[in-house]
């Protein structure tokens, strides 16, 4: 995906051996989350190598100074790579969630939802 200048790419990982949803946001349309990932309590790394719904992933094709170089959300814990080192956080600032209200209005609240249902 060719992403602007002082864009990001939000990916919502849940597919394998297909393109996952992925779209580009301008910086300022995310600046809340930046925002609130600067103070979360730490956590331990969560696993994200299984089937189906992963989170999902910001990332910073532009190189822009004030963003990470990649955020992940998924499962109540952050991800956040700056400078090649990943920090782990708890989402106690629902993150995961604004992204998932994104991914709903960017159109993809069907996958969403096939994703999401509980496992019987």
């Known amino acids: 995906m060719l992403v602007k200048p ?3 790419e ?3 990982d849940v597919f394998s051996g297909m393109p996952n949803p992925s779209w580009a946001v301008p910086v300022k349309r995310i600046a809340g989350i ?3 990932i600067q103070n979360l309590p730490a956590a331990e790394r969560i696993s994200r190598d299984k089937l189906g719904y992963r989170g999902f992933v910001i990332s910073n094709p532009g190189q822009i100074e004030e ?11 952050i991800g ?3 400078s ?7 989402d106690t600032a629902g993150i995961e969630e ?3 209200k994104m991914a709903r209005e960017m159109g993809y609240g ?3 939802a096939h994703y999401l249902r509980p496992v019987k």
């Open 6 to 8: 002082e864009h990001v």
């Open 10 to 12: 939000i990916m919502l």
């Open 34 to 36: 930046l925002e609130k």
């Open 67 to 77: 963003v990470p170089e990649k955020v992940v959300a998924f499962r109540g814990v």
């Open 80 to 82: 956040i790579t700056r």
């Open 84 to 90: 090649g080192k990943t920090t782990y956080s708890k």
């Open 98 to 100: 604004d992204l998932q």
């Open 110 to 112: 069907d996958v969403l």
